[in-house]
C-alpha cells in the first residue's frame, strides 16, 4: 500500500471515529482534542477532522431524508 493510500485510509477511519463520537453526543472540542491527542496531531488538523466528521453526519441525514419535524421530535425524545 502506498503512503498516499495509507494516509486516505488513516483519514478515512479516523473521520469516522470522530463522527461516532459526535454522534454519540461528545462536543465538538472534545472530539478535537481526542483526535489530536490520539493521533498526535496538530489542533488546527484535529479540527478540520472534526468538521469532516460533521459534514459524513449531514450527508447521513440527507439520505435518510428526514424531514424536520421528525428529526426535531426524534431529537427531543433523545433528550
Known amino acids: 500500500m502506498s503512503k498516499a493510500s495509507e494516509t486516505k485510509a488513516e ?3 479516523r473521520v469516522g471515529e ?3 463520537m459526535l454522534a454519540q453526543e461528545d ?3 472534545v472530539v478535537t482534542a481526542h483526535v489530536a491527542e490520539t ?3 496538530s489542533r488546527r488538523q484535529a479540527r478540520r477532522i472534526t468538521a469532516a466528521a460533521y459534514e459524513l453526519l449531514v450527508h447521513d441525514l440527507e439520505d435518510v431524508d428526514i424531514s424536520r419535524p421528525q ?3 426524534q431529537l ?3 433528550l
Request: proline share 0%; net charge positive.
Open 39 to 41: 493521533y498526535r496531531l
Open 76 to 78: 427531543i425524545t433523545t
Open 27 to 29: 462536543g465538538a472540542t
Open 11 to 13: 483519514l478515512y477511519l
Open 71 to 73: 428529526m426535531t421530535a
Open 18 to 20: 470522530a463522527a461516532s
